[in-house]
């Protein structure tokens, strides 16, 4: 009741004008209602710069615009001007002979909601904010190294004019659009940013900007925020790409993925995503609903700690050089990994956590990607296998039926085999995915402490201490989708100190020299690059940093009261700011 008291008051908050049926006035469309299942927003990181999970990124992609903009029509980057672009900076490029410069134009009508006008300013500090290391930034993994310590990614980001940005790489690279697009601007002079080589960045941390924003742009700008309770946006009235209809987007927490469903069902919800595949049925049979399918993009792992949890380091040194990683008692041996692999029925699993909504992955790429290797089986289940694999790794069956060391190569002799294995509390998908997964290793041998905490906890323990045994998440392809993971995998990108995004600390040289070689192709040659990406799926198939699981089907849903509802796969509110709230 209390949440409901709340939700009723915030959309009282942001109501402008009566609600009429189809009312087409900015602000007068009725405020769009979404759940968000576990209090999984970090909303201690509302600027853009800083937010490390999707239900963050969903909120303040509504306040902050992309450099480079993307087509719902071909799923492909595009510019200003173009169909379906909307809330996007640059009108144009151009891309040196070398591949090493980009010059980007910007639109010159934009401005912040306090009415200063946005420019390369903006776009540079965003930049220069990231690659100070001084925020903590998840895009400081994108500042990042090939095999043999080069640095990749951007080298420096250069102001032309106010409205022209130019972007100079220290290698070719395949994905420099959708590096350029990961960093979001945001308004500089708020930080008192002075355009000074020796600005202090340090003024970013903990600045009232992580928990209200105030200062957008966008078709919404902040509004209000209640901890565990919901945040809010209203219309942006005077928005210089079109008039905003809805008066509003309120996000708000539910404990779980059944209640998100209940919520919408009742009404006090009007826009759904992410809901489980148990009620995905319900939603296209309900009376009022318009649910739209799409091939995933989205995919659950178990991530293995295959360093020494007790010294967490990063992966490399700030020359370049490699950082011993140590191992992990446990995982550190790749036959314990392979192991737990055959032993988990991950088409069970699709059955049983996804009501077969859903497709194995026989590695890191997903079947859909143009990259995907058909030739790669995924590995099978076989406990028969698993239990021979943890034999030979000096992992037998004890007296009391639990397996212990007895020759293994990392742990003490004597270690029973057992560890403990989190994921983020509230996701029924991924607590279902762990119970199976605790009950089949149970059948080996292997005790497995399965926890299902709250997603900051997570986030702390694993993306930022490095101290865990194993883990469940998943990780949604960017848009538009590329198969480079050097992000994933690479171990410039392994940094405790930055939640870098290679938290099992894995490394192979032969990867990383391929992973490299794939983002740096001449041409960008989509058929050469593939070649390589088959390899780089055989290599991380046979490494197993993840236990490989599933692929899962995309569904978006909304109250048929929401006219102008037209979502699109990955960007399903692309014209957000059309929305119609025809009734209340």
Sequence with gaps: MKKAVVI????????VAPVMALAQGPGEGGPIIEGNFGGSVNFGAMNPLRNNDT??????NLLFPSIIGASPYTQDFARVGEEGVFSALATDWEVSEDGLVYTIHLRQDAKWTDGEPLTAEDVKFAFDAVASGVIDSPLYGLINYDAAGNPLGIAE???????????VFNQASC???????????VPAHVFGYDGSEDFDFSVMVDHEFDTAPSVAYGPFQFAQFIPGEAVSASAVLDWNEGPVIPSGFIYTDVPD??????QFLAGQTNYIEGAPVSRRDDLRNAPGVVAVDFPGNAWDYMAFNLADPENPQPGRAPDGSVI?????PIFGDVRVRRAIQHAINVPEIIEGAVFGEGSQMPANIIPTSWAFDETLDPIPYDPEMAAQLLDEAGWPVGPDGVRVCQGCMYA????PFEFTLITNQGNT???AIGVIIQDALFELGINVDFQAVDFQTLLDQTFGAQTYDAFILGWQEGFPSDPDQIQLFHSSNDDPSNQASNVTSYYNPEFERLAVEANTVPGCDPEERAAIYHQIQRILQEDQPYVWLFVQNLMYAASEDVVNFEPYANVPMWNVHTWTISAQ
Aim: no cysteine; aromatic share 8%; proline share 2%.
């Design 175 to 185: 994905t420099a659009l959708g590096t350029i697009g990961s960093y979001r601007p």
């Design 324 to 328: 011993d990683q140590g191992n992990h």
């Design 412 to 415: 003490e002799e004597g270690t």
């Design 55 to 60: 239900a963050t990124n969903e909120y303040t």
């Design 429 to 431: 998908r991924r607590e």
């Design 8 to 15: 009723l008051v915030t959309i009282a908050a942001l109501m």
């Design 157 to 167: 980001v250069n102001i032309i004019d106010d409205y022209t940005v130019e972007y």
């Design 257 to 262: 993925q059944t209640v998100l469903v209940e």
